[in-house]
């Protein structure tokens, strides 16, 4: 089943985050993702939204989310991430109507 990764971004230093951003793709497409929306300006509709940034990605199923997000590749660009950047990531299992 498809999960979403959804990653909201405070950022905290805008240098390191940008070397995250520069790696991000090289490590990104080789695990069977795709980028849906990246927005450092999404419209709040309602609410509070104490972010700077909204990334949703897709992957195909949880095994694929956990192969980029464990991988060593990804936990070497991830610390410039981490260092740039206070994040919640959510997944989320894509709906699949009954019947």
Do not use: C
Request: charged share 25%; aromatic share 14%.
């Amino acid at each position: 089943m498809t999960v979403y990764a959804i990653a909201q971004l405070k950022m905290t230093d805008r240098a390191a985050y940008d070397r995250y951003q520069a790696r991000f793709f090289d490590v990104f497409r080789k695990y069977n993702g795709r980028l849906l929306a990246a927005d450092e300006q999404p419209r709040v509709l309602e609410g509070e939204w104490p972010f700077d940034k909204l990334v949703m990605m897709s992957f195909p199923d949880e095994a694929a989310f956990l192969a980029f997000s464990n991988s060593p590749d990804y936990e070497d660009i991830s610390r410039d991430r981490k260092a740039g950047a206070h994040a919640t990531v959510l997944l989320i299992r894509g709906f699949a109507p009954a019947g």
